[in-house]
């Protein structure tokens, strides 16, 4: 029996070898004949390996070389016409397609070159420098500078406007579709590129002149400030929340073209979040945070945010918004970062919740004096907004992607955000606040 085990075991060995070379030599006979057969395909094509094609433009005399070319095989009764474009493009080494383009204008008038500066005309530019600039001029002064909307259509509608009013009395104007392209070259012309924005109020009797007038008066008002509150030795401090989300509100992720419906999967609540207040000085100085979690009471804050890193400090809201309950806590969180006998200067914006009379009444139990920004001006006027919040938040995203990559599939957790953000605190660069104050110290 054993005997006959090991038979049959042989048996299977050899003819598995066998297979197996079997199927070697197949293959090897498939690449084999794939090889000759292309081989031979590209050995009958004589222009598979040619050069790149030459750039006429460059060799002016080229084109008088390929007329006398043409019109050479055109009348020679034994040439196939047929052949006349493939025969000229592997002599001359010109594209096909140029080739027929020029045959066909050479049909129509065998006098037409193209280096002819005539035959160019507007047909290759619909507008010179000075229209250009002048339509840019126009959308700089109507739409960029007062901040209104304009898009791509409306520059389409515009480009028409200017196309008809300059060929008009045109018998034959050149055609125009104001492309895609066109529209991308223009504003890369002019270092103008379409962005995200957003909606801000303003009042229906308010001009830019006004605007401007009380920019700069709010300005002036600042400078002064800082000047003599900086030679009586007393600080000068703006300070304003913005919210950090668990995750960042928008990211980019892989994905194959045409896909939808694209997300990435988290344990985590995307909409929760806190309020951060941030206080820097204009002698450029950061002062802790004042973070506001989310809950009824500290244990709820401490719960969702963690114990802080000292000597930033923990409050709460309902919402984690800033409420004027809040607001008055932070004046006095505020007030223990300077000595008790030493006046504070803090600027802060018009949001509804640092205008009550009871927080002013507070700040001036303190010992603080209030600033408020003009409504709606926050971005220009605001140290923190101009300069502050956008590194902040983008170092905290950073190190949140990071995370993300990480730990896929994990969750992250509000209390990580708010480390991240403390880290990303504590790292920001002096140039940042300096960026801030600049308007009020020049």
Not at 72 to 77: G, W
Not at 213 to 235: C, K, M, V, W, Y
Not at 315 to 328: P, V
Request: charged content about 25%; aromatic content about 14%.
């Amino acid at each position: 029996m054993e005997k006959l085990y090991c038979k049959i075991l042989a048996f299977y060995i050899k003819n598995e070898y066998f297979f197996c070379f079997c199927e070697y030599l197949t293959v090897l006979i498939e690449i084999s004949v794939t090889f000759i057969v292309n081989l031979l395909f590209f050995m009958g094509r004589k222009n598979k390996f040619k050069k790149p094609y030459i750039r006429y433009y460059l060799q002016p005399d080229l084109c008088h070389d390929v007329k006398k070319k043409y019109l050479k095989l055109k009348k020679d009764p034994v040439f196939n016409p047929r052949k006349i474009v493939s025969t000229i493009s592997d002599d001359h080494n010109i594209k096909a397609t140029t080739l027929r383009s020029w045959i066909k204008k050479w049909d129509k008038d065998i006098s037409w070159d193209p280096f002819d500066t005539k035959n160019k005309g507007t047909c290759h530019r619909i507008f010179n420098d000075e229209q250009e600039q002048n339509l840019m001029d126009y959308i700089e002064d109507n739409y960029i500078e007062p901040k209104g909307y304009f898009s791509n259509s409306q520059f389409q509608t515009l480009a028409f406007e200017a196309y008809d009013n300059i060929y008009r009395e045109n018998e034959k104007p050149p055609n125009f579709v104001c492309s895609k392209n066109f529209i991308s070259k223009f504003k890369k012309k002019y270092n103008v590129s379409s962005r995200l924005a957003h909606f801000k109020e303003r009042r229906e009797d308010y001009s830019e002149n006004d605007i401007s007038e009380d920019i700069n008066i709010f300005r002036e008002t600042i400078r002064s400030l800082i000047e003599s509150a900086h030679r009586n030795g007393e600080p000068v401090v703006n300070a304003d929340e913005t919210g950090f989300q668990i995750l960042p509100n928008s990211i980019k992720t892989w994905a194959y073209k045409g896909s939808k419906n694209i997300s990435i999967n988290t344990l985590d609540n995307p909409k929760e979040r806190i309020s951060v207040m941030a206080t820097i000085s204009a002698n450029y100085c950061k002062l802790p945070l004042f973070i506001i979690g989310k809950g009824n009471s500290i244990d709820d804050a401490i719960e969702q945010c963690g114990e802080l890193n000292e000597p930033n400090y923990l409050s709460y809201s309902y919402k984690s918004y800033m409420t004027s309950n809040c607001f008055m806590e932070y004046l006095e969180f505020l007030r223990g970062q300077f000595p008790s006998n030493v006046k504070i200067h803090l600027i802060v914006d018009s949001y509804s919740t640092h205008t009550p009379q009871k927080c002013k009444d507070k700040a001036n139990e303190l010992n603080i004096e209030l600033y408020y920004i003009p409504s709606g001006m926050t971005d220009i006027l605001q140290p923190l907004d101009v300069a502050v919040f956008a590194p902040l938040k983008e170092i905290t995203n950073s190190k949140i992607r990071q995370l993300l990559f990480g730990n896929p599939n994990r969750k992250i957790g509000m209390q990580n955000t708010v480390r991240l953000i403390q880290e990303a605190y504590d790292n920001l660069s002096i140039d940042s606040l300096v960026n801030g104050w600049e308007q009020y110290t020049i």
